[in-house]
């Protein structure tokens, strides 16, 4: 036992037989299997564990559990570092790295700590006060706070480890797995129900102190285990409670394991549970007491106290002073006592010290103090007396102040039922005046509470109502609760009136009583402007301890009753959750789907750079042997003007549209008109969203009379997909079309250039590809490379251009006879691509358009048909569409070729002039043109190509560059070469 | 700590033919056809598969079914459904390039699926001839139960399937993943 001289020699739920190595900031101990960091540290008589957030005060272990704001470290280093864990919830494992956080250079000497010195200049609200001025100077202040403030220190470099998410269906949800939700979770899987059951400990059976009422729950626990309808979450804590009974759980699958984790488990999972019901059985948390000094190391909740010496087996202390205002801390006093640790005195702060506990205390020979208070302490590292004095009947203290000596304080303000989860769902809360708690009220939800949730302080009332929450059957809630003394003091008086030595409400924040009564003098009388304003109730505790006396202390301080104040919101997480359980496996490579084309390992394997187009990876240029990018795209454009280039249009969304109400669906979503469309033939489309705005162009070919296969810009394939299913299904039913999404289906590969034809000849005998046989605009099916193609005289190069449709399965033997050596076709990418349509001035849908251009600005009347309606018609008739002052589509030609202006410049009418003035348009798409050996940009310029004069200036970060308004089509305008 | 035993099997199911069907089972010409050709009624329960001979038929909507034959037969099937139903207003699209299936098969099977799809996947609710489509992580999906054997198949668009592969494979790696194929 050498080491651990605060350890019993027998008894706890700890493995002596398995000695476990740490270290604690630079020191070795050891502790046991069973331990928590904090148990250990207490073990090893280690009871300054950090120093407080804002005063730097030296700090202990306040509580055993989850709602620890103390005792905060730092575990591991580097990328698997962990800022703030919960000394209290850590599982000792061997190796583990701990370290205080809040001090420097340790928690013993801590240069902080002349905050606390100066404690009088630095109250709530100090930082809105002090550094708001002058008004620039926070920027400055900023970081020198955040160095000083910053609790913890966050991981450094990428997370080493996995993260996974599981959504889980049950039938009902157990939150907490001690008396009343294992006896729910049992009731609820006899009854058949599936049944998750998750308790944040690493081991089912709650908190309770007796080991042998412990045993009992363990047998139910056993059963659990062997049913099949039954899954036990443990080190799972349940920390969001959201509409429709959805959960969110935290499982911490390895953390426990430290470096010895087996690599193929996650470190942690997330769980996504959707719930028929839910048993909310979270147990209470125990509230410290409100006195002077109440802060210090070795001062502790009774509860923990108890839990530390039951199921650790170890000490807290070696002389103890009890101090209570209620009778649950009797049973930590007696169990304290029992293990040999000298109890100094019980002090009960109600008047009648009398009932069965403080009866059974003193029979074992206890001190009790009643009527009495613990109002101040002494000890700088470690507690080392506790004063006393008596209080009166209104609460103030009277008599002179005794000074026990002792190492340890156990105190108990009572309890607060766990009600975050059952808030998160949109339950009410009631305050209790005979609990003074505040209780779950009526159902929001199909949720249940049961056990200390709901007030219950006997183990037989939690069980009872957990077998009723779990079968579903009707319970008494009022079952078990305990009167408390409502006349007892929420914060213990000061001992004189200068009112010296601060009284702590918020341990992590060193929120004080006095800090409470401030705010509320300043105006902050709203719980929830009191808690943004001293920080009650922030940080990762979430003010789980001190909530309720702040709000108390509110209550009193404004004359109100506390359910006049209420509390401020419980959100989730109820317990922090990390960023990387919230990522689950959605990093590096799956970080978001990738989808290739059939010929992607093709375009891979001619070493393509790729452009990533929505979440497609479409060729972006094919770079030869030491190639710039722009030496590729000139040499791929080029290829394309004068001899055949082939792209991969493969992304292009198809559509297929058939029904006898085709045309009719045609006719509304497009501004042209599709009643003469013949089988063979193919069309231009262009459709407006209600607004008129331009949504999405494309080519619809009619298959036959009543099919047409309609193809989408590659980014809008779905959305335009829902857009016409959302008008045939909510409003046009009447009309008789089925649409069919062929995107995956069809592989499209486009061959543009004056070689085309010639090219297409070699591949096919049974297509006529004479002009005057397959004119522009017309489709035919055939044999192309032996497959069954369809084949579409379209262009959106300029060039003579055929796109072959074929089965995506046939795709890759389809551009592999394309590009055949025989063939002389140049592959080319998107950017290729881009230049050839912009020298033709045919828009990009999502370059030249953002939502906010009508076919107006695009000079595109022409499309509007005059003889039907379609959707964004009416809009377009707005007179404001017909503004001069909008902006329309303009070819822009820079007075000097050579320079390339950037995508997005704005465009003034005259020459920066050093004062603000007004943007007429801006560049959307601009590119050196290898055909016309300059550059060309297009542009939406107000006035359009009316402007006059048709000069217009882009002021560039360095330099104004001249340009001329012009047609947006450079290059062959008239379509000879397409058509041809 | 040992390695697990394989909890997972994954493997690509071979090129399977898939037909699109759309037609209104209201009007008694359509179902009738659609038997003629396949030889046995559509599913019409929500969510179900019927299954004989070469084919299987997934229900998908009220109006919309997929059926699967043999990679061979889909052009044979289409153009019988195509001549079966001439003058109704239906749709008939092969669609057997647009998607590769998956079969995810062993004890944790639904495991890995979980952590990618939100469906109940208990095999007493999703039981045998099920089918739903769904997500599964980012990506939409069509998750068929065939039998009662533990192996479920997933089918997702062809431009998805190395993603979704990828994501499969990782998501079986805590349980042992024995891939048959990659």
Redesign the interface.
């Known amino acids: 036992m050498t080491g651990q001289p605060y350890r019993l020699a027998e008894g706890g739920a700890i493995d002596r037989s398995r000695p476990v190595g740490f270290s604690f900031d630079g020191r070795r101990y050891t502790g046991f299997a069973g331990d928590t960091l904090a148990s250990a540290l207490l073990a090893n008589g280690v009871t300054l564990v950090g120093r407080s957030f804002k005063y730097h005060r030296p700090r202990g272990i306040l509580s055993a559990g989850t709602e620890e704001p103390n005792a905060l470290v730092q575990l591991g280093t580097g990328a698997r570092g962990i800022a703030n864990a919960k000394a209290t919830r850590v599982e000792l494992h061997e190796g583990l790295v701990a370290s205080s956080v809040n001090c420097w250079p340790g928690p013993r000497c801590d240069l902080g700590a002349l905050n606390d010195l100066a404690h009088r200049l630095i109250p709530a609200g100090f930082y809105y006060k002090t550094f708001m001025w002058p008004h620039r100077g926070w920027h400055f202040y900023e970081r020198l706070i955040r160095r000083m403030a910053g609790l913890g220190r966050a991981p450094e470099g990428a997370d080493p480890d996995?993260y996974?998410?599981?959504?889980?269906?049950c039938d009902v949800l157990v939150v907490g797995a001690g008396p009343a939700g294992l006896a729910a979770a049992r009731a609820a899987a006899r009854g058949g129900s599936?049944v998750i059951l998750a308790d944040e400990r690493g081991l089912p059976g709650g908190t309770l102190p007796d080991a042998a009422d412990t045993g009992r729950l363990g047998e139910t626990t056993a059963e659990l285990e062997d049913l099949d309808n039954v899954r036990i979450l443990v080190r799972t804590t349940v920390t969001g409670y959201f509409d429709h009974n959805f959960l969110i759980a935290l499982e911490r699958v390895t953390d426990h394991l430290g470096p010895h984790a087996?690599a193929?488990?996650?470190r942690q999972r997330l769980w996504?549970i959707?719930a028929g019901r839910v048993v909310l059985a979270t147990g209470a948390l125990e509230r410290p007491l409100v006195f002077a000094n109440n802060d210090r190391p070795g001062i502790m909740l009774a509860s923990a106290a108890r839990a530390y010496v039951n199921r650790f087996a170890v000490l807290p202390g070696r002389r103890a002073v009890v101090v209570t205002d209620n009778d649950s801390a009797y049973g930590a006093a007696l169990d304290l006592h029992r293990n040999g640790v000298e109890i100094a005195a019980v002090v009960d702060l109600r008047r009648n010290g009398e009932g069965g506990k403080p009866a059974e205390a003193r029979a074992a020979g206890l001190q009790i103090l009643a009527g009495h208070a613990v109002v101040d302490s002494r000890g700088r590292r470690r507690v080392r007396t506790a004063h006393v004095a008596r209080l009166d009947d209104d609460g103030s203290l009277t008599g002179p102040v005794r000074t026990l000596s002792c190492d340890l304080i156990a105190m108990s303000g009572g309890w607060n039922p766990a009600v975050h989860l059952f808030s998160q769902a949109g339950g009410r809360l009631r305050y209790d005046e005979a609990l003074r708690a505040f209780l779950p009220e009526g159902a929001p939800q199909a949720v249940r509470c049961a056990g200390a949730i709901n007030g219950a302080a006997d183990t037989a009332s939690c069980i009872a109502q957990g077998r009723a929450a779990g079968a579903g059957e009707p319970d008494d809630r009022a079952a078990g609760r305990v009167e408390a003394a409502s006349r007892a003091p929420w914060a213990v008086p000061a001992r004189n009136r200068a009112g010296e030595g601060r009284r702590f409400v918020d341990f992590q924040n060193d929120v004080t009583s006095a800090d409470i009564a401030l705010a509320a003098r300043e105006g902050y009388q709203s719980v929830e402007h009191l808690k943004r304003y001293t920080t009650l109730g922030m940080g990762t505790d979430q003010g789980k301890t001190g909530n309720v006396a702040g709000l108390a202390i509110l209550a009193q301080t404004l004359g109100l009753a506390i359910p006049e104040v209420g509390t401020t919101t419980f959100r989730p997480p109820y317990d922090p959750v990390t960023f990387g359980a919230i990522a689950?496996?959605?990093v590096g490579?799956?970080a978001?789907?990738?989808?290739?084309?059939?010929i992607h390992r093709w375009h891979e394997e001619a070493g393509a750079v790729f452009e990533d187009v929505g979440q497609?990876k479409r060729p972006f240029y094919y770079p030869q042997d030491g190639e710039t990018k722009h030496g590729a795209v000139a040499r791929e454009c080029l290829a394309v003007r004068n001899a055949a280039g082939v792209m991969d249009a493969s992304t292009l969304g198809k559509i297929?549209v058939?029904?006898?109400d085709a045309r009719a669906l045609l006719n509304r979503i497009y501004t042209n008109a599709w009643d003469r469309l013949e089988a063979g033939r193919c069309r231009y489309g262009l459709m407006l969203g209600e607004d008129g705005m331009v949504l999405d162009d494309g080519v619809t070919a009619c298959l036959a009379g009543n099919r047409f296969l309609t193809t989408t810009t590659t980014g809008n394939a779905s959305r335009v997909f829902a857009w016409l299913e959302e008008w045939l299904q909510t409003e046009w039913p009447d009309l008789?079309v089925?649409l069919?999404s062929?995107?995956?289906?069809?592989a499209t590969v486009a061959l543009a250039g004056p070689n085309a034809r010639e090219i297409l000849a070699a591949l096919t005998d049974d297509i006529d590809l004479e002009p005057d046989a397959f004119p522009f605009m017309a489709w035919r099916e055939g044999r192309v490379a032996g497959l069954p193609a369809r084949v579409f005289r379209v262009s959106y190069t300029g060039e003579l251009s055929y796109e072959i449709v074929v089965?995506?399965?046939?795709a890759m033997d389809l551009w592999t006879a394309l590009t055949g050596p025989e063939h002389a076709v140049t592959p080319f990418g998107t950017e290729a691509m881009h230049v050839l349509r912009a020298e033709k001035g045919y828009l990009m849908i999502g370059q030249e358009t953002d939502g906010t251009v009508t076919p107006l600005d695009l000079d595109m009347q022409w499309i509007l048909s005059r003889k039907k309606d379609f959707i964004g018609r009416r809009s377009l008739a707005r007179p404001a569409m017909r503004d001069p002052l909008r902006k329309r589509l303009v070819g822009l030609e820079t007075g000097d070729p050579a320079t390339v202006l950037p995508e997005g410049a704005q465009i003034l009418a005259e020459p920066p002039s050093g004062v603000p003035e007004a943007m007429i348009g801006h560049v959307t798409s601009s590119y050196w043109s290898p055909t016309l050996g300059r550059s060309i940009a297009l542009a939406l310029v107000q006035g359009g190509r009316d402007r006059e004069p048709p000069t217009v200036h882009v002021p560039l970060d360095d330099r104004t560059v001249r340009a001329s308004i012009r047609d947006p089509r450079f290059y062959d305008p008239d379509g000879v070469r397409m058509n041809g | 700590m040992a390695e697990p035993a394989p909890g997972v099997e994954l493997r690509i199911c071979p090129p399977r033919g898939r037909i699109d069907l759309r037609g209104d089972p209201a009007d008694p010409a359509f179902p009738t056809a659609v038997a003629g050709v396949l030889g046995f009624e559509l599913p019409s329960t929500p969510n179900t598969s019927r299954s004989a001979g070469a084919a299987t038929v997934l229900w998908l909507g009220p109006d919309a079914w997929l059926i699967e034959t043999e990679r061979a037969m889909e052009a044979a099937v289409a153009e019988r459904l195509a001549q079966a139903l001439p003058d109704l207003h239906c749709s008939v699209a092969a669609v057997g390039d647009g998607s590769v299936a998956f079969s995810v098969s062993g004890p944790r099977a639904a495991d890995v699926l979980a952590k990618g799809m939100t469906l109940d996947l208990d095999p007493a609710r999703f039981r045998a001839g099920h089918c739903a489509r769904s997500l599964l992580a980012r990506i939409p999906v069509l998750l068929h139960r065939p039998g009662d054997d533990f192996i479920y198949e997933v089918t997702a668009a062809r431009s998805y399937s190395e993603y979704a592969l990828d994501w499969l494979h990782d998501a079986a790696l805590e349980y042992g993943d024995a891939a048959g194929s990659s």
Not at chain 1, 164 to 169: V, Y
Not at chain 1, 807 to 810: S, T
Request: charged share 35%; aromatic share 4%; proline share 14%.
């Open positions: 996995r996974e998410r599981m959504n889980a269906h599936r087996p193929h488990l996650p996504r959707r689950g496996r959605d490579r799956l978001d789907p990738v989808r290739r084309t059939p497609w297929l058939c029904g006898p008789d089925y069919t062929l995107t995956e289906q069809l089965p995506a399965g046939d």
